[in-house]
């Protein structure tokens, strides 16, 4: 087949680059060219008589979605529908990057693709109605990830959880994390594998959950990254309204998936893949603890 990955030096993108092109070929457009807001950009993708356009991009800093809700609707849902609009016009398949946030959170246990959207902030809403744009094209894909961490790390955020937390670490600064928000960290490089084998085995279209098996808090996960790692900084939890920020968050916004269980894909544990996450960035040699 041959892929079309919007958002290509991103997070996720870059493990799709390094993951699709095994069996397929595959063409990365970074944002310099080709802009989702702008439906004339977006006739680039044409071009490369794409079967399958991957819509990786967002506008993704939660708080900054509050402040700038014009550019939130323009990136995550008129964009959305800009990659649907041309792909449906060439007959290929879009698939857009969503997101956990389209929860409120209230389940307190995971959410499947069954469960009702009810998102509770400005980014949430943005992603939900770039999911219902997306549906425009009968033939698409929804792949709702969470708490990404990859290699590249997310251009959108500078980096990623995890990285922050090991700088902060070998610094032996006093570290406060929250401990009353779950959710299910994701590995890119995983991510990108269940988009692979969904894409391959041409699932029915409609939505899928595409995150590790798990959840944990912030804390937990934290806690987890420094106990692989042998770091001990100084490390508090803290409830998350003792943190002022503009956007409210889901407290419980775990996801699991029933639909790719039913076609035989299990996704591996997170705390599996925060291992080999840090295996890959060279700060463990193998599943057993290093000294830092
Ligand atoms: N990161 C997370 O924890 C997380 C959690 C849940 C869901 N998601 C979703 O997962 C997807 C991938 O996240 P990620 O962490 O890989 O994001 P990322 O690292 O910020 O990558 C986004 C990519 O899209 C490009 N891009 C941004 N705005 C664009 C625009 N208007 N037009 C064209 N390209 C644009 C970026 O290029 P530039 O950097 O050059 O602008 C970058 O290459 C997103 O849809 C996000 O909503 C992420």
């Not at 939130?72 to 007959?91: D, W, Y």
């Not at 997310?154 to 401990?179: L, R, Y």
């Not at 490089?189 to 959840?215: C, M, Q, V, W």
Request: glycine share 6%.
């Amino acid at each position: 087949m041959k892929i079309v990955i919007v958002g290509s030096t991103g997070q996720l993108g870059t493990d799709l680059i390094k993951t699709l092109p095994e069996d397929h070929e595959v063409v990365g457009l970074t944002h310099h060219e080709v802009e989702v807001s702008n439906y004339t950009s977006c006739l680039t993708l044409k071009e490369h008589h794409p079967d399958v356009i991957i819509n990786t991009a967002a506008f993704h800093k939660t708080d900054q979605c509050e402040e700038e809700p014009e550019k939130t609707f323009l990136v995550n849902a008129v964009g959305p529908r800009n990659v649907a609009r041309v792909s449906k016009e060439i007959e290929a398949t879009t698939m857009f990057i969503s997101t956990d946030y389209i929860f409120d959170g209230e389940k307190n246990e995971p959410y499947t693709e069954e469960d009702a959207p009810n998102p509770i902030n400005t980014y949430g809403i943005s992603k939900l109605a770039g999911e219902l744009l997306t549906k425009q094209n009968p033939k698409h894909y929804v792949i709702r990830v969470a708490s990404l961490f990859g290699a590249a790390g997310a251009s959108g955020k500078g980096g990623n959880f995890v990285e922050t937390m090991i700088i902060k670490a070998k610094k032996q600064e006093p570290i406060s994390v929250i401990d009353d928000q779950y959710m299910s960290p994701t590995y890119t490089r995983d991510a990108a594998k269940i988009i692979k084998t969904i894409i391959e085995s041409r699932l029915p279209f409609g939505t899928y959950h595409a995150t590790n098996k798990g959840f944990c808090t912030w804390f937990h996960f934290t806690k987890q990254i420094f106990s692989l790692l042998n770091l001990n900084p100084p490390l508090t939890p803290i409830k998350a309204n003792q943190l002022q920020v503009k956007a409210r968050r889901p407290k419980f916004s775990a996801l699991k998936s029933t639909k790719l269980l039913q076609h035989g894909i299990q996704p591996r544990e997170w705390t599996e893949a925060l291992s080999d996450y840090l295996i890959e960035k060279g700060y463990l040699k193998s599943a057993t603890p290093l000294k830092s």
